[in-house]
Nanobody, 123 residues
């Protein structure tokens, strides 16, 4: 079971990035997928989560209206479209998977984690 987050980079405030979370070794169909981030010196926090086939979505208040999570089970991939990026969004972003589903966008400790991708937003 492997997850790989990608798509991070350096962007100016107000810009956009699209993160991808690709799975290998298993199918994402029955898994909820969450996006999480950890900024330097801060605890990891939940950003967004999407349920399995039903696709219910959840967002942290700090990203509502700016970030959009989506999935394509046929491509075994989940995306996080990030618009209106702010310097406060600078962090390493991780994706994770769990059969237990989403608990809103909360970081409850999903079972499977990928390596992160760094997002840096300059002011």
């Amino acid at each position: 079971v492997q997850l790989q987050a990608s798509g991070g980079g350096l962007v100016q405030a107000g810009g956009s990035l699209r993160l991808s979370c690709a799975a290998s070794g298993f199918t994402l169909d029955y898994y909820a997928i969450g996006w999480f981030r950890q900024a330097p010196g801060k605890e990891r926090e939940g950003v967004s989560c999407i349920g399995s086939s039903a696709g219910r979505t959840y967002y942290a208040d700090s990203v509502k209206g700016r970030f959009t999570i989506s999935r394509d089970n046929a491509k075994n991939t989940v995306w996080l479209q990030m618009n209106g990026l702010e310097p406060e969004d600078t962090a390493v972003y991780y994706c994770a998977a769990d059969l237990r589903g989403c608990y809103e966008a909360t970081d409850y400790g999903m079972d499977y984690w990928g390596k992160g991708t760094l997002v840096t937003v300059s002011s």
